[in-house]
């Protein structure tokens, strides 16, 4: 019953909120121009990086939980590398979000308050119940960080945020493998997300 509950909540709580909403991939009809000087970031790449922030310091805390609680040592191993990969990643949206922010404002980047209640669900569980649950979250979180990655490498005109996304993009689907293997063993199977690459 309790596992029940849980995936019952898991799945409200990975279709709400824009930090999780998946990002959408059709081409954009009217596709964004660089800033000019002195205009600074535009809009949309705020909203990206805001996004991208939020959404790795949720998976970053739960890759902690679960390489302190998973019963797997795979899962152990993964969820260090996962949270080691958004730890960095985190870094520099925050250098990013400061520079397109202007001066004076504090911009937060802290984790939605939805993943607040997904940790105190996935805390009450444990051995292969908390590994299929945590892994179920970690794919999930993982679709939508690669979809939001991807559209952002797509879309965006700055170049040097093209890039990061490009490398980060590279890194979030090799957690993603990773984490759809493991979840064959626990019955789960996920899609691959996104478009074929085409940089």
């Known amino acids: 019953m309790r596992e029940r509950s849980l995936a019952i909540f898991m799945a409200g709580v990975l279709a709400s909120g824009p930090a999780l909403a998946q990002a959408n991939l059709r081409p954009d009809p009217t596709p964004r121009v660089p800033a000019q000087p002195g205009q600074g970031l535009p809009q949309e790449d705020q909203a990206f ?64 308050a939805a993943w607040e209640k997904a940790a105190a669900a996935l805390k009450e569980q444990s051995g292969a119940t908390f590994d299929r649950a945590w892994l179920q979250w970690q794919v999930q979180a993982h679709t939508n960080l690669t979809e939001l ?51």
């Open 49 to 112: 990086l805001r996004r991208a922030a939020r959404l790795g310091s949720a998976v970053a805390e739960a890759a902690r939980l679960g390489a302190e609680k998973a019963s797997d040592p795979e899962l152990k191993r993964i969820g260090q590398e996962v949270r080691e990969t958004q730890l960095r990643l985190q870094q520099t949206l925050e250098q990013r979000i400061q520079q397109a922010t202007r001066p004076g404002a504090h911009p937060t980047s802290q984790a939605p």
């Open 149 to 199: 990655y991807q559209a952002e490498a797509s879309d965006t005109p700055d170049n040097d945020l093209a890039k990061f996304a490009i490398i980060a993009l590279a890194e979030i689907r090799k957690h993603f493998d990773e984490l759809r293997q493991a979840g064959t063993r626990y019955g789960l199977s996920a899609d691959v997300p996104g478009q074929p690459w085409q940089y």
